[in-house]
């Protein structure tokens, strides 16, 4: 069921219209009715041409586990008072398995139900609560959902997840060879959630799309900008796929991420010349960049002059966020005007920040800094499960994370314009 507020947001009639609206996670835990209300939305306030960012659970990866999650909801309603408290949650699903280990014909059909509640005992509250103890809960077809956007207008443009487009990593020769024959884009969509048993899926929808020309393809993926943001001695030429793990070939790759080894944002086009002599065409290039992408090592990177007019506003927002670790590690993201996004920063590495940005310098300083802060909210580190009690053990933990954020992640923050 949607916040009243936010029902109530998505009737307004003041409200601006946008180019790109994103619905992460909301979809697949709302009523038909609030479905109803998001859809009209979207067709009132997306712009032609933008673009509606939608992810939610699908079928058929979610079919044995409908079953699980009646049995849980019920359990919750009959046996005892509805919560969203996480203990709660956990001790349904410890008599869910008891249910299940007495030989029930369900659990003999579905024998990876039984291991999907023995990871449930381990996730925390807020995931029980939204997954599996919400009123509303309706995992859905590729399809349906499309059906769903097209009083929108609405026409599907390609998954957000990028490692879903690269057939080789997800699909066996025979599966490719089957969805080349489905001439109809939509149906092949679903015959291959059934190929790799889809459970989550996360589209890009477009309002109105445009077919561009081969050239016109080539030219803007040639001027689109990424930036290395893993340590070039920290990424691995090896991803994971529906198929299984897959080993990246080093004489494609590897000179790729010497190129990008900077951490300075880099247009395809540059690279393409950089790389020349080293037999990479821009096929693989650009198949190597979306790998790198999906893998976490690489984000996309805005011009110049967007960058420009978003650093003042990044900085703002970063200096606040960073006084908030002060208190606690709820916010785990920095932006940065190079991506125009959030990157992952955790808590004491966002303090470390904070040091230096009140002209603090080196390790040493930043742990005497970060450790003053811990003692006057009257926290410990915690390290493999124990809490450091003395202060020279604290002090020792934070100077060897202050010394290795020094080596390896500062530079790639001041790189994206964070630190």
């Not at 369900?106 to 291991?115: C, D, Q, S, W």
């Not at 916010?331 to 955790?346: C, K, M």
């Amino acid at each position: 069921m949607l916040d009243e507020g936010f029902e109530q947001f998505c009737v307004r009639t003041d409200l601006p219209d946008f180019d790109f609206i994103g619905l992460h996670g909301i979809w697949s835990w709302v009523s038909d009715a609030n479905r109803a209300v998001i859809v009209d939305f979207v067709r009132r306030k997306l712009k032609v041409g933008g673009v509606l960012y939608v992810s939610y659970n699908t079928q058929p990866g979610w079919a044995p586990v409908v079953p699980l999650r009646h049995l849980l909801t019920q359990h919750a309603e009959v046996m005892g008072t509805r919560t969203r408290h996480g203990g709660a949650g956990r001790r349904r699903v410890g008599v869910c398995r008891k249910r299940l280990a007495a030989n029930a014909g369900y659990g003999r059909a579905n024998p990876k139900v039984g291991e999907r509640l023995t990871r449930l005992k381990g996730r925390n509250r807020n995931y029980l609560a939204h997954e599996y103890f919400n009123r509303d809960w309706a995992p859905m077809h590729f399809a349906e959902m499309a059906d769903w956007l097209a009083p929108a207008k609405l026409s599907y443009a390609t998954s957000a997840h990028y490692l879903d487009s690269l057939d080789a990593i997800n699909l066996t020769a025979e599966q490719q060879t089957l969805l080349k024959e489905i001439p109809d884009a939509m149906f092949r969509e679903t015959v291959r959630d059934f190929l790799v048993n889809q459970q989550f899926r996360r589209d890009y929808w477009v309002k109105g799309p445009r077919v561009l020309a081969a050239s016109q393809v080539a030219a803007a993926k040639r001027a689109q900008r990424v930036v290395l943001v893993t340590p070039r001695a920290a990424v691995t030429l090896k991803v994971t796929g529906h198929v299984g793990e897959a080993v990246l070939t080093e004489k494609i790759y590897a000179p790729i991420l010497d190129v990008l080894a900077d951490h300075q944002p880099h247009s395809l086009g540059e690279l393409e010349q950089m790389l020349q002599g080293k037999g990479i065409s821009f096929g693989h290039l650009c198949e190597a960049i979306t790998m790198f992408i999906g893998k976490n090592d690489l984000l996309a990177a805005q011009d110049e002059a967007l960058l420009s007019q978003a650093k003042a506003k990044t900085d703002r927002l970063n200096l606040h966020l960073m006084e908030q670790a002060r208190i606690s590690a709820d916010i785990s993201y920095l932006v940065s005007p190079v991506t125009g996004g959030g990157v992952t920063v955790g808590r004491f590495e966002q303090l470390f920040l904070l040091a230096q940005s009140q002209n603090l310098t080196g390790p040493e300083a930043w742990a005497g800094f970060v450790w003053q802060v811990l003692q006057s909210e009257g926290q410990r580190i915690i390290k493999e499960g124990k809490q450091l009690t003395t202060p020279q053990e604290n002090m020792a933990e934070l100077l060897k994370q202050a010394t290795e954020f020094a080596n390896t992640r500062w530079p790639i923050l001041k790189s994206l314009q964070i630190a």
